[in-house]
């Protein structure tokens, strides 16, 4: 279950394990799509200190037409806890984690360990509370489709997690994994197998009966009454 201290150290161990990346004496950009004002937002503070507003720029071009990949590391480590914060913008999400995603794996393995550590963090931080500018789904697809990681680990963590919140994140990966493009995948026929099993049922059941609301009390029905359809097939 996700506490502020697992998060705490995950993010300090990626800030730390990106350390040896200082922010460049002078970056390369496109004149055509950064502006001056936009490098200098990145430059006027600590880069734990930098904001959301001041990165989101940076956060869009990255790699494309900013900067090159020792700079992302750079910024990396701020970049991921501001979007695990909620303070950028969710949408930056799979952008992102894609581009971490095509070049992680030749990274020190001192920078593998601390991106999945994060990602961990982050998946137990999103099962706690609902909703999420980046939810169930996404993570999941980030984590299996992007990283390749192994994604039976965090669907016991989800089992194992007995808040409402998650439960919630259930009700609606029972509607919102079917509009996945990666039917033929095999982390996707892991997931399918799991959501048609029993794993789901229990984890909707045992919230129903201690609902907060009427409101979500329907949704977890909702949800269950899918996943008797779906369990059929």
């Given at each position: 279950m996700?506490?502020?201290?697992?998060?705490?150290?995950?993010?300090?161990a990626l800030y730390a394990a990106f350390s040896r990346y200082p922010l460049p004496v002078?970056?390369?950009?496109?004149d055509h799509c950064v502006s001056d004002e936009q490098v200098r937002a990145t430059r006027t503070a600590p880069l734990r200190m930098l904001t959301a507003s001041a990165l989101e720029p940076y956060a869009w071009?990255?790699?494309?037409?900013?900067g090159d990949v020792e700079e992302f590391k750079h910024y990396l480590p701020r970049l991921l806890e501001l979007l695990i914060l909620e303070e950028l913008d969710g949408l930056h999400a799979r952008s992102m984690m894609l581009r971490v995603a095509v070049r992680w794996?030749?990274?020190?393995?001192?920078?593998?360990?601390a991106v999945i550590a994060t990602v961990g963090a982050w998946w137990r931080h999103t099962l706690s509370s609902y909703p999420r500018d980046v939810d169930g789904m996404d993570l999941i697809e980030i984590i299996a489709d992007y990283l390749k990681l192994d994604l039976a680990p965090y669907l016991a963590e989800l089992e194992s997690n007995t808040t409402e919140a998650a439960a919630r994140h259930m009700a609606w990966l029972m509607h919102d994994f079917t509009v996945s493009v990666a039917h033929s995948a095999e982390w996707y026929v892991?997931?399918?197998?799991?959501?048609?099993?029993t794993a789901p049922a229990t984890i909707l059941e045992r919230a129903f009966f201690a609902a907060s609301s009427p409101e979500v009390a329907q949704d977890l029905s909702d949800a269950l009454e899918t996943h008797r359809i779906w369990s059929r097939h």
């Open positions: 996700d506490t502020p201290s697992d998060l705490y150290r995950a993010l300090e002078k970056t390369e950009v496109c071009k990255a790699l494309y037409t900013w794996q030749s990274w020190p393995k001192i920078e593998q360990e892991l997931l399918d197998n799991w959501i048609r099993g």
